[in-house]
T-cell receptor, first 113, second 115 residues
Framework: EADIYQTPRYLVIGTGKKITLECSQT?????MYWYQQDPGMELHLIHY???????EKGDLSSESTVSRIRTEHFPLTLESARPSHTSQYLC????????????FGPGTRLLVL | GESVGLHLPTLSVQEGDNSIINCAYS??????FIWYKQESGKGPQFIID?????DKRQGQRVTVLLNKTVKHLSLQIAATQPGDSAVYFC??????????????FGRGTQLTVWP
């Protein structure tokens, strides 16, 4: 069982609000990832990090930003939420091995009104 | 970029039958493949993996087959149970020697198990 946590699990918020989605893992993994997923659809990588102070944009353009100040923590921030940001956001982490197995958190379902 | 896809978006089986979920990949350099199961409202859960130097790997009730010649991956679930109902994703890594740890996911197949 992977020890990766996301909060909140569900969030309903109005347009223009600033939000931060939290992700923490206790496995000491160097690599962490954020994916965006619409219901029943594929996962789109929006951000990833190789370690502390390292962040990169993923394949899907996103208006969100991330930070990696501590190994275990990888928060995602939306400065001004819009209805188009409504989606599920999944956080994952992997160790330094070359296989790349990623372990996922439970996700945050975001609804922007 | 890499493209990982599944042949069928949905699969319905009767409880007790065997299920086969297929996946095609395009990056011949990928050397590691994973199957994930995602239940409604949850994050993807690791099921089984296989390296490119293998063509078959078995777990508990699940078997993954890899055919590198045609770049095809399949997940077989024996004696499918209602608890197996979920969306199944295949994923491939970037390729041999990569330490970047990125995975590329397919679209997913919704497996529905009928009693």
């Amino acid at each position: 069982e992977a020890d990766i946590y996301q909060t909140p699990r569900y969030l309903v918020i109005g347009t223009g609000k600033k939000i931060t989605l939290e992700c923490s893992q206790t496995m000491g993994h160097d690599k962490m990832y954020w994916y965006q997923q619409d219901p029943g659809m594929e996962l789109h990588l929006i951000h990833y990090s190789y370690g502390v102070n390292s962040t990169e944009k993923g394949d899907l353009s996103s208006e969100s930003t991330v930070s990696r100040i501590r190994t275990e923590h990888f928060p995602l921030t939306l400065e001004s939420a819009r209805p188009s940001h409504t989606s599920q956001y999944l956080c994952a982490s992997s160790d330094t091995g070359t296989t790349g197995t990623q372990y996922f958190g439970p996700g945050t379902r975001l609804l922007v009104l | 970029g890499e493209s990982v896809g599944l042949h069928l978006p949905t699969l319905s089986v009767q409880e007790g039958d065997n299920s086969i979920i297929n996946c095609a990949y395009s990056n011949s350099a990928s050397d590691y493949f994973i199957w994930y199961k995602q239940e409604s409202g949850k994050g993807p859960q690791f099921i089984i993996d296989i390296r490119s130097n293998m063509d078959k790997r078995q777990g508990q009730r699940v078997t993954v087959l890899l055919n590198k010649t045609v770049k095809h991956l399949s997940l077989q679930i024996a004696a499918t149970q209602p608890g197996d109902s979920a969306v199944y994703f295949c994923a491939e890594n970037e390729g041999r020697g990569s330490t970047l740890g990125r995975l590329y996911f397919g679209r997913g197949t919704q497996l529905t198990v009928w009693p």
